[in-house]
């Protein structure tokens, strides 16, 4: 394991970091609330909270040296299917060569 996890990083050296592109995704939903607060001693913390309609938002982009790439807004949580459509859809089709 060792001696892989040399290799590996010896292996680095040779990437291009202008080739490089990480993919990064983020959410947000309307039901995040917070679960603790401030409040003066002996008295109950009481914070707004959305009730009943929640949503929830999923940002998704490639991440390279010259900036973002291919950056997509989903309706709701990221699924292995959506993943799939992102990268089929969106990711390969912009990108082509320049992923490779």
């Given at each position: 394991m060792?001696?892989?996890r ?53 940002v ?41």
């Open positions: 060792r001696a892989a040399e290799d590996w990083f010896a292996g680095q050296l040779d990437l291009d970091p202008e080739r490089l592109v990480f993919l990064d995704e983020t959410a947000a939903a309307t039901s995040m609330a917070r679960r603790y607060g401030w409040a003066p001693r002996g008295e109950r913390c009481r914070i707004a909270v959305p009730a009943g309609h929640w949503k929830t938002t999923t998704i982009a490639g991440l390279r040296t010259t900036g973002l790439s291919a950056t997509a807004l989903l309706d709701g949580p990221m699924t292995g299917e959506r993943f799939r459509a992102y990268v089929t859809q969106t990711w390969c089709r912009p990108c082509g060569e320049a992923t490779r």
